[in-house]
C-alpha cells in the first residue's frame, strides 16, 4: 500500500512510517521544513515539503493520486496558540479530507484527540484544540466518499509500546503510549472494516491486531 501521513515529523507519525515501511508499505509523509526530511528518510518514508496551512486542495491532491490511504496526524503543536489550533487542527484537516475526496482517495484515518467536540465549552487553549479537532471530526464524518476512521487516544506518552491496548467507542481516559497508537494505525490503514467509527484508545490488555479485528466486527 501507498499512504500518505500529513504531519509526517510528528511523534506518532514517525513511529507509523518506520512500522509501515518495515511492512512493505510505501510511506509518503508531508513536512513543512525541508530540514526534517532526513528524519523522515531514516524512518523509511518519502518526505515531501508541503505546508498545509499554504497549499491548495489541488496541491494536495497531487500528492494524494495514487494513493491507497490518507493519515491525518498533524498538529500545531503544544507551544502553538488559539489561532493555529484552528489553522492546523481544524483547517489543515478539513484541507487533506478535500484532497483526498479530489484525489480518490477513499480510505481515511484521522488522529484526533479524546474529548474532542466542536461544542465543547471554555475559553482556554486547550479548550479551542478541542473544538477545532471536533469541528475537524465532524468534516470528516460528513464527506461520502471518504472511509473514514476517527482514532481518540488518551494521554500521550514517550514510554515503550507494550502491543496491549483497549480500542472502543468509549474507553474513559487513561495513558497510551505513542508507539502503541502507531501501531494500532498501522492496522486501521489496512482495515477498511472499521469505516464510519469513531475510537478511542488507551493502554489495556488487548493486543493490538485484536483489538482492530473486534471492533472491525472480524
Do not use: C
Not at 518506520?18 to 510505501?26: D, F, K, Q
Not at 480518490?104 to 484521522?110: A, N, T
Request: zero cysteines; a negative charge; charged letters at 25%.
Amino acid at each position: 500500500m501507498r499512504i500518505v501521513i500529513a504531519g509526517g515529523h510528528g511523534r506518532i507519525a514517525l513511529r507509523l512510517e518506520r512500522l509501515l515501511s518495515a511492512g512493505g508499505h510505501e510511506a509518503v509523509g508531508l513536512i513543512r521544513r525541508p530540514e526534517q526530511a532526513e528524519d523522515l528518510r531514516a524512518a523509511g518514508a518519502e518526505p515531501v515539503v508541503l505546508d498545509l496551512e499554504a497549499a491548495s486542495v489541488e496541491e494536495v491532491a497531487e500528492v494524494l493520486r495514487g494513493a491507497d490511504a490518507a493519515v491525518f496526524a498533524a498538529g500545531a503543536g503544544p507551544n502553538s496558540g488559539a489561532a493555529r489550533k484552528d489553522t492546523v487542527d481544524r483547517g489543515a484537516a478539513v484541507l487533506f479530507a478535500d484532497a483526498a475526496e479530489r484525489a480518490g482517495v477513499r480510505r481515511f484515518v484521522v488522529v484526533s484527540s479524546m474529548g474532542a467536540d466542536a461544542r465543547h465549552e471554555g475559553d482556554e487553549v486547550f479548550d479551542v484544540y478541542l473544538r477545532a479537532k471536533g469541528a475537524a471530526d465532524d468534516a470528516v464524518r460528513s464527506r461520502p466518499g471518504l472511509e473514514w476512521t476517527i482514532l481518540r487516544p488518551g494521554m500521550l506518552t514517550d514510554d515503550a509500546g507494550t502491543g496491549l491496548v483497549r480500542l472502543e467507542a468509549r474507553t474513559g481516559r487513561g495513558p497510551v503510549p505513542r508507539d502503541d497508537v502507531a501501531a494500532v494505525l498501522a492496522e486501521l490503514v489496512d482495515s477498511p472494516g472499521t469505516a464510519g467509527l469513531t475510537l478511542e484508545l488507551v493502554g489495556g490488555s488487548t493486543p493490538v491486531t485484536v483489538a482492530v479485528r473486534d471492533v472491525a466486527g472480524n
